[in-house]
């Protein structure tokens, strides 16, 4: 069993950054690829970011490509979202999610989070 807690959610202004934080509770972290999702008031669950076990392979959507940065550190067992230049578009919940394998499929992820608001204010 994976628990995962996300921190690190806020309130900022357009142009702002903020860094997610996702620490998990279990011995195999470096095992499990990782992902980062966000959903927002009516609308359907989306991926946000996805890193390997390794740490080697990423895939980011394009909303975010260029802005956002996954990484984790699993001496830590923790996986970090850093976003920059936020919009008010970015306004969710983000996830933090553990698989097998990074894709952007949502159902792939076996453990999930309790998520953590973000707000974006134009």
């Known amino acids: 069993q994976v628990q995962l807690v996300e921190s690190g959610g806020g309130l900022v202004q357009a142009g702002g950054s903020l860094r997610l934080s996702c620490a998990a509770s279990?011995?195999?972290?470096?095992?499990?690829?990782m992902g980062w999702f966000r959903q927002a008031p009516g609308k359907e669950r989306e991926f946000v970011a996805g890193?390997?076990?390794?740490?080697?392979?990423?895939i980011y959507a394009n909303s975010v490509k260029g802005r956002f940065t996954i990484s984790r550190d699993n001496a830590k067992n923790t996986v970090f979202l850093q976003m920059n230049s936020l919009k008010p578009e970015d306004t969710a919940v983000y996830y933090c999610?553990?698989?097998?394998?990074?894709?952007?499929?949502?159902?792939?992820?076996?453990?999930w989070g309790q998520g953590t608001q973000v707000t974006v204010s134009s």
């Open positions: 890193m390997s076990w390794s740490g080697t392979y990423t």
């Open positions: 279990v011995r195999t972290f470096s095992s499990y690829a």
């Open positions: 999610a553990a698989g097998p394998t990074v894709v952007a499929t949502t159902s792939l992820y076996q453990y």
